[in-house]
């Protein structure tokens, strides 16, 4: 059968690689076409349609200065849809664009399957009509949209989350602290405090230089940023500020296996600390300050914005949004994480209910499985 999938970033790249690799286990004769990476490439073995270097696009300005191009792609798109015509199409996060497709891909008959939600329980509730029109089968990775979509009157499928394989492989080919010290020249004896300030260059202008005040508070303590691969040494020196600054790239998970506490800028590097087990203090300081803030607080439908909060349905890791992210905040609920304590107790505690929440269920093969089985039912009529 025939498989179409879309994945407009690097996140995406990696997921659906995965739902690749399953499909072909699920159903060996299998065909691809797909707007994606080079790990999807891999695992189709033929080069992507379009590259998702060409369609990730973040922020007011840089949409409206692409917009061309962005027509070009979903032109391209619905090309591929009517000139391949899968039996599936398979979008993967990447909203804007994909409930787009999903709707021509609706019109023309094309079941559609949808893998990883768009947050629309926290913003934009208005597509979950998009989505009950457009959308054959939606599966989800985080267990409480189950219940937001029922309550819309759609069913979903959580399959699981894909941050608890990638996270439990991670540790299972961790390096010993000595060696992972030695090669990333972290030759500082005392504790660390891991600073992940996010990926992008406006999150971590404006986050980092607040976290490292905060840890110069704890000066029995050494401070280490987790890096993004994206991102050159040399921004981070001229945020900072700071000549002794010491970086680690591409070994996010292991230096907070190692850390004594974090401080992380909101999104999925929350969960993934939590998996770890690492305490943290959930930080995101952005511009406009206290109009922001009231702004997101009409904006946003949910009580929290972390992921070990959202799927635990409470507050076990602090979080400093905007005005209240200050150094004075960030270093108040950082002290009782740095030593044992009643907080550092009850936050480890709510990990383990998370980890509970979260299941044990592959994603990617779970998904893929559902997908193959419905695709193959179709055909036969049976769906």
């Avoid at 369609?55 to 619905?78: D, I, T």
């Avoid at 005040?213 to 981070?236: D, H, I, N």
């Avoid at 950082?334 to 979260?358: F, H, N, T, V």
């Avoid at 193959?372 to 039912?377: D, F, G, L, Q």
């Amino acid at each position: 059968m025939k498989y179409m999938l879309i994945a407009g970033e690097a996140s995406g790249d990696l997921h659906a690689s995965g739902l690749i690799k399953w499909i072909k286990n699920f159903d060996p004769q299998a065909e691809f076409r797909f707007f994606g990476g080079d790990l999807m490439a891999r695992e189709a073995r033929r080069n992507p349609d379009l590259h998702y270097d060409r369609m990730n696009v973040m922020g007011f300005s840089e949409v409206f200065r692409k917009l061309p191009a962005l027509a070009r792609n979903m032109k391209q798109a619905r090309q591929l849809l009517r000139d391949f015509r899968p039996d599936a199409l398979i979008l993967v996060d990447y909203p804007g664009f994909n409930l787009t497709i999903a709707k021509y891909a609706r019109k023309l008959g094309v079941p559609v399957h949808y893998f990883i939600s768009p947050k629309v329980w926290a913003w934009k509730e208005y597509r979950v009509r998009k989505i009950k029109h457009d959308v054959t089968r939606m599966y989800s990775i985080l267990p409480f949209e189950v219940a937001f979509y029922k309550k819309h009157g759609y069913d979903v499928s959580y399959v699981g989350n894909p941050s608890v394989q990638e996270v439990a492989y991670a540790l299972g080919h961790i390096p010993p602290k000595k060696h992972f010290m030695e090669r990333q020249g972290l030759d500082d004896e005392r504790p660390i405090i891991a600073l992940l300030p996010g990926s992008r260059k406006g999150e971590i202008r404006n986050n980092l230089p607040l976290m490292i005040e905060a840890a110069k508070r704890y000066p029995e303590f050494q401070y280490v940023v987790a890096a993004a691969p994206s991102v050159g040494e040399k921004f981070y020196r001229e945020v900072a500020q700071d000549p002794g600054l010491k970086l680690v790239f591409g070994a996010t998970q292991t230096l907070l296996k190692y850390s004594t506490a974090a401080l992380v800028t909101s999104g999925t590097a929350t969960l993934e600390t939590a998996l770890i087990g690492t305490p943290q203090v959930v930080v995101y300081r952005a511009n406009g300050m206290a109009i922001s803030y009231k702004i997101m607080e009409r904006l946003l439908k949910v009580k929290y914005v972390s992921l070990p909060n959202l799927i635990v349905g409470n507050e076990i890791v602090p979080e400093l949004l905007v005005h209240h992210c200050t150094v004075d905040s960030i270093s108040r609920e950082l002290s009782p994480l740095l030593q044992p304590s009643p907080r550092r107790d009850w936050q480890l505690q709510g990990y383990k209910r998370m980890r509970g929440r979260l299941g044990n269920s592959v994603a990617a093969e779970y998904a893929a499985e559902q997908i193959v089985e419905y695709t193959r039912a179709r055909a036969e009529g049976k769906a």
